[in-house]
């Protein structure tokens, strides 16, 4: 049997949420507000990292969506229960997501994953450290297997990842370090490391 989640009580939207949804509610036609409902969903997800530090979706804020676009509120569960980007448990200050598709397991998946599992103390997915920084997940192909193997770290990418970097990464994120999301093998988005091997000279117009 799952774990039983505590709960919150309450939900209301802040002003910064309030601005984004009227930004979002803009783009539909009158009748056809529920389209909103992924959108609203990372408003929601957004207002409870910046209020409590954790982005999660509570159910109370479930029923707080489907009534701002006038939905059933099982529609909303439906949809936040569906996707992997939406969290309905509190998670850690960062959110691990290891993918472990084909070609980043071919690639290291494996490493990263034993890596993230030594610097963190945690043991099985979806297990939230000890100290409340990490939470990891496993997911599935994130769509850039050609920077593979990828650790996303809440919506930033890390590509061409490895133990060392791995843990280099986590470490700086305990003091608060923030790194540049992309290679961490210092490749110019999907070129070759080392820099381009062909098309070196520029191309002379006529």
Not at 5 to 16: G, M, N, R, S
Not at 76 to 99: D, S, W
Not at 150 to 161: G, H, K, P, S, T
Request: charged share 20%; aromatic share 8%; proline share 7%.
């Amino acid at each position: 049997m799952a774990e039983e989640i505590e709960q919150p009580v309450h939900f209301a939207f802040d002003a910064e949420s309030e601005a984004e949804i009227a930004t979002h509610l803009a783009k539909y036609p009158p009748g056809r507000q529920a389209s909103a409902v992924i959108p609203l969903l990372y408003v929601v997800q957004a207002q409870m990292k910046r209020s409590t530090g954790s982005a999660w979706v509570p159910r109370v804020a479930m029923d707080a969506v489907a009534a701002r676009l006038g939905m059933p509120p099982i529609r909303v569960y439906e949809v936040a229960t569906f996707y992997l980007m939406f969290n309905t448990r509190p998670i850690g200050k960062f959110h691990l997501q290891v993918c472990t598709t084909t070609p980043c397991w071919l690639r290291g998946s494996d490493e990263v994953t034993a890596a993230c599992r030594k610097a963190t103390g945690i043991k099985a997915w979806g297990e939230t450290s000890a100290d409340g920084m990490f939470t990891m997940t496993e997911v599935e192909c994130v769509g850039a297997c050609v920077n593979a193997p990828i650790l996303q770290v809440d919506d930033d990418f890390y590509e061409d990842m490895d133990a060392a970097r791995t843990e280099a990464l986590l470490a700086a994120l305990r003091r608060g370090e923030r790194p540049p999301a992309g290679s961490m093998a210092g490749r110019q988005g999907s070129a070759p490391e080392g820099g381009p091997t062909t098309l070196l000279e520029p191309t002379v117009a006529e």
